[in-house]
Each structure stands twice: as C-alpha cells, then as structure tokens.
C-alpha cells in the first residue's frame, strides 16, 4: 500500500520515521544530523523520494533488502548534508512509489 501524504511536515514526519528505522537506531546517523537534514536540507521531492523508496520496498520485499536502504538513505543524506551542488540522491527515481495511481 502506497503512502499519500500532502504536507511537508507530514513529509518530514514520516522521513523521519523511516531514516530512524534504518540508519539511527543501528549509530549510521544521530539525531543531530537527522534533524538538520530534515528541517533544514530536504526538499520536498526529496522527501516524497524517500516515502517512495520505502513504499517500493514494502511492496517488493525480494527485490530490495534492510542493506540496500541503509546504503541509499546514506548515500542521499551524506550527499546533501555534505552540500554537494552535483549531487544527485539515488532515491529520487523512487518518486513515482510515493503516490498512488
């Protein structure tokens, strides 16, 4: 089932949940750098791309394992708290999973 959510900070919220899932609660990240990523670095497509990404997960359990989310959400949050302006987040080919169709 797909996740629609409409506001940033329903947005936010529920990245939140899922970058703690994945990458706080085992030390890949602390709370300091989750918190400045969300409310000050993330965009909102980047943050449909991550719903989406998870949504995509849950729907196709064979195809994408714990490691392989832990490794993009790294990727992409590394790379924009890093500030790369060529940056390019691997989740956002993800955004179609966001809404439904």
Do not use: W
């Not at 719903?51 to 989310?69: F, H, T």
């Not at 990727?75 to 999973?97: A, C, N, Q, V, W």
């Amino acid at each position: 089932m797909k996740t629609i959510i409409k506001n940033m900070e329903e947005i936010q919220k529920q990245v939140k949940k899922i970058v703690i899932e994945y990458l706080v609660k085992d030390g890949h990240l602390n709370m300091f750098a989750l918190t400045e990523f969300i409310y000050f670095d993330m965009s909102k497509e980047l943050g449909k791309s991550i719903i989406g990404l998870e949504n995509y997960k849950k729907a196709n359990p064979d195809r994408i394992k714990e490691i392989d989310m832990k490794i993009c959400l790294a990727h992409d949050i590394g790379g924009i708290l890093r500030g790369d302006k060529m940056f390019i987040p691997r989740s956002l080919s993800y955004t179609e999973y966001y809404e439904n169709n």
